[in-house]
């Protein structure tokens, strides 16, 4: 019985199918992107929710768009795709670190709320750039870059409100919800994860958002020197909420439907397994035998800890049942048990899930787009200049080299 929770609501800007990713790779316009990034209505890709959960690589996303368009490795997009790496390589170096704060930031920690306040919750502050960055991001599980840096800076600098708590809160709704990206990004934001905080004022967002996001005589209608005393220990802003609001969507520790018991033995029992989880919803590897099973695995301790929407369910839960013929919900304990008796079992590591699996899985690695950097870097410029110290060209890119040089499928 497949676990994908078919009864969950569908967003039809992100269909779960591998052929829409590489339908949003094929439209990818990289001088576009360069010059319109920062707006919201500006020529983003909206290829993360792919990239999160492994449907396509970034080596992928860059091999289909230079098969279009002739960019260099110094290009806008290269260097964004370049922040999710950074923020993957600050992970695997730091490991739980990264959702406490890596150094003190503007105030001590203790002088923030530990708490969101409802009226952020509910998109009812009364500052249009804040409610309706809420109001998107509950109706389809996904903000523009820019909007999320303006709720963060409003939550952290504005209200004084911690940066861990808003960003539980966020990943909790996003479909793209990646735990590096997005707790890294609140730390930027916050100072506690670079040399300063991250400040917007109302002209920022007039510059930049459509009219309805417009926040003129709101608190962010002043200078960024009264904004940096504000952020710096001044009296927090506590808001005029309006309205009603919007009802924040429920979410959920386990799928909301299908199966929570493990495939029979029979399926599993002498067989080589390919496990699909959340993170690994790509192609299945071309080399495994042919008679290789893909079972499908919820890990039961990650979502206790980390509750999706259904939305998000729905997402990752279509795209499981594609691949896989079993599909259940349960802990690393359980998985063990399960594929005790396989021949084999392997799959693609991921750092969301790679300390759950048992000892007996093969956790392979895709060869990363960006050369690798063994020192912990201390911003993301560092790591830059250190990984792509010697790159010449697209071709000195290790992920896009094993990709287009090793005679693998275009991904067009």
């Known amino acids: 019985m497949s676990a994908g929770p078919a009864a969950a609501p569908m967003n039809p800007q992100f269909a779960p199918t591998r052929a829409a990713a590489l339908a949003r790779i094929a439209a990818v316009q990289p001088d576009a992107y360069a010059r319109s990034r920062n707006a919201l209505d500006g020529a983003v890709s909206h290829l993360s929710p792919y990239l999160t959960h492994g449907i396509v690589s970034p080596a992928e996303v860059l091999a289909g768009i230079a098969q279009r368009h002739a960019i260099t490795h110094q290009h806008q997009f290269v260097y964004e795709l370049g922040w999710r790496a950074y ?78 708590a808003g960003a539980d809160w966020l990943i909790a709704h996003l479909l793209d919800g990646d735990l590096g990206s997005n707790h890294l990004s609140w730390q930027w934001v916050a100072g506690t994860g670079s040399s300063k905080p991250y400040l917007f004022n109302a002209d920022n967002v007039a510059r930049y958002a459509p009219p309805q996001w417009h926040s003129g005589g709101t608190v962010l209608d002043t200078s960024y020197a009264a904004l940096t005393r504000l952020a710096e220990g001044g009296q927090a802003a506590h808001g005029e909420p309006t309205g009603d609001g919007v009802d924040e969507p429920a979410l959920r520790r386990a799928p909301p439907s299908g199966s929570i018991s493990p495939p029979p033995p029979t399926a599993i029992d002498g067989r080589d397994v390919w496990l699909v989880h959340p993170w690994a919803l790509g192609e299945v590897p071309g080399d495994l035998p042919e008679d290789c099973v893909c079972v499908g695995w919820w890990p039961a301790e990650y979502h206790q800890a980390w509750p999706w929407r259904d939305l998000r369910w729905h997402f990752a839960g279509s795209r499981m049942a594609s691949l896989s013929a079993h599909s259940w919900h349960g802990t690393g304990a359980e998985l063990a048990a399960a594929v005790s008796q396989a021949r084999s079992v392997q799959t693609w590591a991921n750092p969301h899930i790679s300390a759950l699996l048992p000892p007996a899985v093969l956790q392979r690695a895709e060869p990363p787009l960006f050369p690798a950097v063994d020192q912990p870097c201390q911003s993301f410029s560092q790591w830059w200049r250190r990984g792509m110290r010697g790159v010449q060209d697209m071709t000195d890119l290790p992920g896009f080299a094993a990709l287009v040089l090793s005679g693998r499928p275009s991904v067009a």
Not at 92 to 118: F, T
């Open 87 to 164: 923020f993957r390589h600050q992970w695997l170096q730091r490991g739980a670190a990264i959702l406490q704060g890596l150094h003190d930031g503007p105030m001590p920690a203790q002088k923030y709320s530990s708490e969101l306040p409802a009226d952020i919750r509910q998109g009812r502050t009364g500052v249009p750039v804040i409610d309706q960055a809420v109001r998107t991001l509950y109706g389809c599980g996904y903000l523009h870059n820019h909007a999320r840096m303006w709720l963060a800076s409003y939550v952290v600098h504005v209200r004084h409100v911690h940066w861990r």
